[in-house]
């Protein structure tokens, strides 16, 4: 079972993830699954098609002087890999973004039988890529930590327009996911 060892159904949804510029977007899903890191550690991998921006973050770090500051997010029509690894808030960072998937409540997620199981898991990563294709908004938040660095803090909400106007086309999506496998 590797990464998912330990999983449990109770865990608290959060959203503290990298690795997703800073944006907030409508996208698609084209894979999720499990990656070996450099290190020979495993992460979760969530590969989005950016299907429109919704709102883009001034870079954190503008002091205010000079230039405007620089807005940041990953355009239209690419392809967003966000990245969570293990760690202490990794089985709520999972069930969050599952929950956005599904379209569930926390109750509903929590159920030990048809909630987000680690089968469930084990399913949505496997080759057959069951939830490719679903849209969700993501929002991916720059946040100044008290120690003055910056992370992207990731939330998703299960997006009520499957078919918005500028999503990407079927075709687009089947390359995504062939390219992504």
Known sequence: MGIFDGYK?????TG???YLLPGRYLATIAATKIVKKRNGSEAFVNELLINSVLH???????TGSGDAPKLL???KGTTGSHMIN???YFD???KAMAMAIEGMDEAAASDEETGI????LLELTGPDQPKAGVVVEVNAQPIVTQAGKIFTRVEYVRSNLPHHEDCITDEDLSAAVANSL
């Open 16 to 18: 503290n993830h990298t």
């Open 9 to 13: 159904a109770s865990a608290k949804p």
């Open 86 to 88: 293990p760690g202490d």
């Open 56 to 62: 883009r973050y001034e870079d954190p770090t503008f």
């Open 73 to 75: 997010c990953n355009p």
């Open 92 to 94: 709520g960072d999972i």
């Open 117 to 120: 199981t680690l089968d469930y």
